[in-house]
């Protein structure tokens, strides 16, 4: 076995989103870590009694849920579409649309500094979860809102959590790290990975510090980060 194969061995890290992310798994244990798979929050659809897509010029979607809620629709759309990051841009394009804008940072923030500068009025609307932020909604344009899933948090996943101890935990989104908080969670003895500058800063804000934080913000880049951290100084 290679030198890089071994980078993690002896490392246990726990994904935390509402899905297993199986590419970033995979590389993790063939870096020879132990991983596992504690989600902190989990994703409902609601039933969608769509509006009117004719009337927009932008449809906009920061996440993979809200893609997949809108892709079961198997909507026609005129509307130019805008993706907040390469796998909400890829759910998308499996399903036949075009994506028309991606950031190149993957973060609301980001977002609405690249967003395409454009004249005359226009309709975008923002297809999203109910924890979103309001930060697309302020955007010195028409944007109108459309929530297509419920952000619900496992607070007894998040208690198990909360017991583990010398454990790499990747978190990413603020709703998981607020999961881990309420179940109790401490910052002692674990290292911290958050996906995104806004899961950095929840972190931070709930008195955390963040060991790793890839700039691209990818549960693959997370992976490839804690390896080079584990790489002999």
Request: aromatic letters at 8%; glycine letters at 6%; proline letters at 3%.
């Amino acid at each position: 076995m290679s030198e890089k194969a071994l980078l993690l061995q002896g490392e246990i890290i726990v994904f935390t989103g509402s899905r297993e992310p199986e590419e970033a798994v995979h590389l993790a244990q063939s870096l020879g870590a132990e991983t596992l798979y504690v989600p902190l929050v989990t994703t409902e659809v609601r039933q969608l009694d769509k509006p009117d897509l004719s009337g927009y010029d932008w449809l906009i979607f920061t996440s993979r849920t809200s893609a997949q809620a809108f892709c079961q629709l198997d909507e026609n759309v005129t509307a130019k579409i805008a993706a907040v990051g390469d796998q909400t841009a890829a759910v998308l394009q499996q399903h036949g649309y075009t994506v028309d804008f991606i950031p190149r940072v993957f973060s609301a923030d980001h977002f609405i500094q690249e967003f395409p500068v454009v004249s005359g009025k226009v309709n975008c609307l923002f297809i999203k979860g109910n924890l979103a932020k309001n930060t697309i909604a302020s955007m010195h344009m028409q944007v109108d809102e459309w929530t297509v899933y419920d952000t619900v948090l496992d607070l007894n996943n998040a208690k198990k959590l909360a017991n583990l101890k010398n454990v790499t935990i990747l978190f990413a989104s603020p709703s998981a790290v607020s999961a881990y908080r309420q179940a109790g969670g401490d910052w002692s003895d674990i290292r911290t990975a958050a996906i995104g500058h806004v899961t950095k800063q929840a972190i931070e804000a709930n008195g955390g510090t963040v060991d790793f934080t890839p700039k691209k913000y990818t549960y693959l880049e997370v992976i490839n980060e804690i390896a080079k951290g584990s790489l002999p100084k």
